[in-house]
């Protein structure tokens, strides 16, 4: 291409030689310096100000400090000061060309420098902050179409690599190439004269590219995400990663007893599959956390059908098991010492002429009788028979994550995921995992009373409906219960945090969260540090 350019340039010397255009002359090195230019480079930096005090004049953050001083002479603080009022909790001011290194600096609002812990929201304000700081910060440089963006850690890395990495992400790949959004490559800004923390920058790059492997994964069409595509994805994702992947087919199913997995998929021709995900990162004694993944590719409430409103975002209805995916993969890449098993069954709910109906009886592996009083609560139906084969493992505990109830979204909104649990140690993990990462939970009960609801008919062991009125998400959740082998579990119904409009957490563009993936990386990875010392490895 230089060279192309460079004999234009060549030939329009010519002409100048004949005629003596200095406009000419002008035109044809602007346009050769123009696509010779140096890739772009911008910095986002934070700022501290009490949004209750309209004349505080704002503190930089150290590294802030240090570039106004060293690089600007003081001239971005006045610039600042000069603009208006001090940026609050999310904005952003941006400023051209203050100094050769950087062609735009973004100075972006953290709130008060007292945010901490908040007993009453269960989040880290300050470090919610940062992720919205960043991300609000590396949009607009991103509008710029800046090529490298360096993020200062603003005092904890890991979520300002979380909400800049988060931020950026746009859902893009089914658009020409021509049309699609510019994405930058963020990257920490290191100062030699202050400490910066790496390690937490690294955990929240890989934090953040597991969530939005996740939304990848949720955002494909239905149509080219089947039960296949899906298992041939994540063959493709995790090869030499270091989790191992095992597609198992139909007929395994069937060998296995699998009749509830079996009776949701038959309604659909696109034949259903399971997966098993293997991570051993401890040793070979060390019982498996098993993680169970709901995989409906589509969900169209079988013969129950859903309206088709609520049938639009239900590509999506494989969360649970994206989520699962993204997070084995960053477990893997962080080498944390704990053993994993992943399970994910997948397939198609559909209207179909073998599709079940309202009132079949379904044989379990473990002698129980379910009877399907409504097609559309598929879920839990989904996720039964995998429970059961994870007691094949001896695990040390079971998480499953689905998105089995629509009604969560009453109780919730988008604020945070339910939790059902019979440990009251893997809540306390949980609950704190979420105040960390700022995608929080709750806990709702599983009571005895769903249990008998569901235990109400005669004829049949177990309904998937209850009898009664309300409480859904705490039926779906008994209705698992009562095909868990012995030991400690948690279920989370994430229906309701599947989706988001881009204001509820502002470094989410609208569309696919994937969420809860990092509370779901962070609970696993607490349980690690707890079981070994910083720094000291498993034996083997």
């Not at 360096?150 to 992400?169: I, L, R």
């Not at 599983?446 to 009898?467: I, K, S």
Request: hydrophobic content about 40%; proline content about 5%.
């Amino acid at each position: 291409m230089f060279t192309t350019l460079r004999s234009l340039a060549r030939a329009q010397e010519s002409v100048l030689k004949t005629y003596g255009s200095a406009v000419l002359r002008h035109r044809c090195y602007a346009t050769l310096d123009k696509c010779a230019s140096p890739p772009s480079k911008g910095l986002i930096l934070g700022i501290y100000r009490d949004e209750d005090d309209m004349f505080d004049t704002g503190t930089f953050t150290p590294a802030g400090a240090r570039y106004n001083e060293a690089l600007t002479n003081g001239r971005l603080l006045d610039l600042i000061r000069l603009a208006g009022p001090i940026p609050k909790r999310g904005e952003v001011r941006v400023f051209y060309d203050l100094e050769p290194t950087f062609k735009a600096v973004a100075v972006c609002g953290l709130g008060s420098d007292c945010l901490g812990y908040e007993s009453a929201e269960k989040l880290d304000e300050s470090k919610e902050a940062i992720r919205f700081a960043t991300a609000s910060g590396c949009r607009e440089l991103q509008k710029l179409e800046t090529n490298f963006i360096y993020v200062e850690d603003m005092g904890h890395a890991e979520s300002a690599a979380e909400g800049a990495h988060m931020g950026v992400w746009v859902n893009q790949q089914l658009k020409k190439p021509n049309k699609r959004w510019f994405v930058p490559h963020c990257q920490l800004h290191v100062d030699p004269a202050i400490p910066c923390d790496s390690d937490g920058w690294r955990i929240g790059v890989l934090k953040a590219e597991a969530q939005n492997l996740a939304r990848q994964l949720q955002e494909m069409p239905s149509n080219l995400m089947t039960p296949t595509t899906f298992a041939q994805n994540v063959v493709q994702l995790l090869a030499n990663s270091g989790v191992n992947v095992e597609v198992k087919v139909r007929s395994w199913a069937e060998a296995h007893g699998m009749s509830s997995f079996l009776a949701v998929a038959k309604g659909s021709c696109e034949p259903p599959i399971f997966l098993e995900l293997s991570y051993y990162g401890a040793g070979s004694k060390e019982p498996p956390i098993v993680l169970v993944g709901q995989g409906n590719t589509f969900d169209s409430g079988g013969l129950c059908a859903k309206t088709c409103d609520d049938m639009q975002p239900m590509r999506g209805d494989m969360s649970g098991a994206a989520c699962v995916v993204a997070a084995c993969r960053a477990i893997a890449s962080l080498n944390l010492p704990v053993n994993i098993r992943g399970l994910i069954p997948l397939c198609e709910h559909m209207i179909g002429c073998n599709a079940m109906k309202p009132g079949d009886v379904i044989a379990m592996k473990n002698g129980k009788s379910i009877e399907v009083v409504n097609a559309d609560c598929e879920g839990p139906l989904v996720l039964v028979d995998a429970l059961l084969y994870a007691e094949t493992f001896g695990p040390k505990f079971i998480v499953d994550v689905s998105t089995a109830s629509e009604h969560v979204t009453d109780s919730f909104g988008k604020v945070c995921s339910a939790v059902f649990t019979n440990s009251e140690q893997l809540w306390q993990r949980i609950k704190n995992a979420g105040i960390h990462t700022g995608d929080r939970v709750w806990r709702l009960p599983l009571w005895d009373y769903f249990t008998e609801q569901l235990r109400a008919a005669e004829h049949v062991d177990v309904q998937n409906v209850g009898r009664g009125v309300g409480g859904e998400p705490c039926s779906h959740a008994a209705f698992l219960r009562e095909f868990l082998p012995c030991g400690q579990w948690m279920h989370i119904d994430a229906h309701n945090v599947m989706t988001t409009e881009g204001r509820d957490y502002p470094y989410l563009r609208e569309g696919m969260a994937g969420r809860p993936t990092r509370t779901l990386i962070e609970f696993i990875a607490q349980g690690a540090c707890k079981q070994y010392t910083c720094g000291q490895k498993p034996r083997h």
